[in-house]
């Protein structure tokens, strides 16, 4: 097994030709690429993963290979619809800490979603608007993090990190803010996976203030239009399950809501649900 320890003291690593990213922030381990995949590495991998103290292992998987990934007791909470350049990914999950497998506000939460599926109100951009949207630059990154601690108790990533923000800013992840009066009010990135031509919606906070004027999701619809223009397939976001707000901008923006994490990452103290809501761009 060769292990690269990154700054967050996360891991990624390779078990027998097997990609994987040992998530200690979130205490799960998540299988990234699985070509060479077999009943046995996977049985090695969960045997790894309880050794680490880990609670879940989660892997996106390809339609052939679901039959694997049952036989050694993973269940499904979820489809990203064109994950893969256009083909369908299964959200395959276990549960090694039993608790972890129990949903604390299912009832919530179902409520939540079906609000949004019955609400059929649809963004429309704002014209009257006293902020503006562009893109983040690395300069924005300590009006970010106040924002992000003001939001979040504690966050599945290490956005409160100036070295993080900037490496993933550079590397991968576009950050799209909304600026009145020279403050930033409100943030959503778009974490870009050009392998697979798809895109997660995620970091996405407003101080409560500005809360109520659709900001977010004209944030989200910008982001979308970057996407589109640079021939991404799918975008997609795991968003808190119990907070209206967020489920309700990406119900509105026409994201379709195809499943549940259990107990998925920790955030605000604690897990939480994450609901996976999915849009197809192309």
């Known amino acids: 097994?060769?292990?690269?320890?990154?700054?967050?003291?996360?891991?990624?690593?390779?078990?027998?030709?097997?990609?994987?990213y040992v998530d200690y922030r979130n205490k799960r381990l998540k299988i990234l690429s699985h070509s060479l995949l077999s009943e046995l590495i996977i049985k090695e991998i969960i045997d790894y993963s309880k050794k680490e103290n880990l609670g879940k292992i989660i892997a996106n998987c390809y339609k052939q290979d679901l039959s694997i990934f049952e036989e050694c007791g993973f269940v499904a909470e979820g489809v990203?619809?064109?994950?893969?350049?256009?083909?369908?990914?299964?959200?395959?999950?276990?549960?090694?800490?039993?608790?972890?497998?129990?949903?604390?506000?299912?009832?919530?939460?179902?409520?939540?979603i079906d609000y949004c599926v019955k609400n059929?109100?649809?963004?429309e951009l704002n014209k009257n608007k006293n902020y503006t949207i562009r893109q983040a630059v690395p300069d924005d990154i300590p009006q970010i993090i106040q924002l992000f601690q003001t939001a979040f108790e504690t966050y599945p990533t290490p956005i409160f990190s100036r070295e993080y923000l900037q490496k993933v800013m550079q590397d991968?992840?576009?950050?799209?803010?909304?600026?009145?009066?020279?403050?930033?009010?409100?943030?959503?990135?778009?974490?870009?996976?050009?392998?697979?031509?798809?895109?997660?919606?995620?970091?996405?906070?407003?101080?409560?203030?500005?809360?109520?004027?659709?900001?977010?999701?004209?944030?989200?619809?910008?982001?979308?239009?970057?996407?589109?223009?640079?021939?991404?397939?799918?975008?997609?976001?795991?968003?808190?399950?119990?907070?209206?707000?967020i489920n309700r901008s990406l119900s509105k923006l026409g994201y379709m809501y195809r499943g549940r994490l259990i107990n998925n990452c920790h955030i605000c103290g604690g897990f939480e649900d994450m609901n996976i809501w999915v849009k197809t761009l192309k």
């Open 1 to 20: 097994m060769n292990i690269d320890q990154d700054e967050c003291e996360n891991l990624y690593t390779n078990f027998s030709g097997v990609d994987m």
């Open 80 to 112: 990203i619809d064109g994950f893969f350049q256009g083909e369908d990914a299964t959200c395959m999950s276990l549960f090694l800490d039993t608790k972890r497998k129990n949903s604390l506000y299912e009832e919530k939460e179902n409520r939540i």
């Open 120 to 123: 059929t109100n649809k963004f």
């Open 172 to 245: 991968h992840i576009l950050y799209m803010v909304a600026e009145e009066e020279g403050k930033i009010i409100s943030i959503a990135s778009a974490d870009l996976d050009k392998q697979h031509m798809n895109a997660e919606i995620t970091d996405c906070a407003t101080y409560p203030k500005y809360r109520g004027r659709n900001i977010l999701s004209e944030l989200i619809f910008q982001l979308e239009t970057h996407l589109k223009r640079n021939g991404f397939a799918t975008a997609y976001s795991l968003s808190r399950a119990n907070n209206l707000g």
